[in-house]
């Protein structure tokens, strides 16, 4: 699958819709999706690869979960800043405050309804990925305007 890329593309600024059931439609997406994040990144929007759906998959801990129609439900008052890269925004790295601790409803692969708590890395992928459904991308969080650019050899 392709990854869009861009920050003005518009897919990527568009909003993603909410997903009926987990179907086999779902999950072939979803292995598409897993193929396509595979060796560069531990989370990815649907919006990234041009389906305006509401479904993501990141990685927490070593393992990777999907997660369609995704709500955080709380976050912490506790934040972190931490360096942010993208896989629509290749090369581009940026500071960004996140809550250090979520707690996220969604459908699991089975479309069973699922709450977990987050926290760390892990609460920092699921909230930017939940950002791609809503057509936001880590540069619009920035703390300060300032990207750092990566040459395409490291």
């Known amino acids: 699958?392709?990854?869009?890329?861009?920050?003005?593309n518009k897919v990527l600024r568009?909003?993603?819709?909410?997903v009926e059931k987990v179907d086999d439609e779902i999950i072939d997406l979803a292995d598409k999706m897993f193929e396509a994040m595979q060796e560069k990144g531990i989370g990815l929007a649907a919006p990234q690869v041009g389906v305006p759906k509401r479904v993501i998959l990141v990685t927490l801990g070593k393992k990777v979960h999907l997660m369609v129609n995704p709500e955080i439900l709380s976050f912490s008052a506790e934040c972190e800043i931490e360096e942010e890269g993208?896989?629509?925004?290749?090369n581009q790295f940026g500071k960004v405050s996140r809550a250090k601790r979520v707690v996220v409803k969604y459908l699991d692969v089975n479309?069973?309804?699922?709450?977990?708590?987050?926290?760390?890395?892990d609460a920092r992928v699921v909230q930017h990925e939940i950002d791609h459904l809503n057509?936001?991308?880590?540069?619009?969080?920035?703390?300060s305007k300032k990207i750092n650019m990566q040459s395409s050899s490291v």
């Not at 699958?1 to 003005?8: A, C, L, R, V």
């Not at 568009?14 to 909410?18: E, F, Y």
């Not at 993208?86 to 290749?90: F, G, K, V």
């Open 1 to 8: 699958m392709k990854i869009f890329t861009g920050e003005k």
């Open 111 to 121: 479309g069973q309804e699922q709450e977990r708590e987050v926290s760390d890395l």
């Open 86 to 90: 993208c896989l629509s925004l290749p």
């Open 14 to 18: 568009g909003t993603a819709v909410p």
């Open 135 to 143: 057509g936001v991308l880590f540069t619009d969080r920035l703390i």
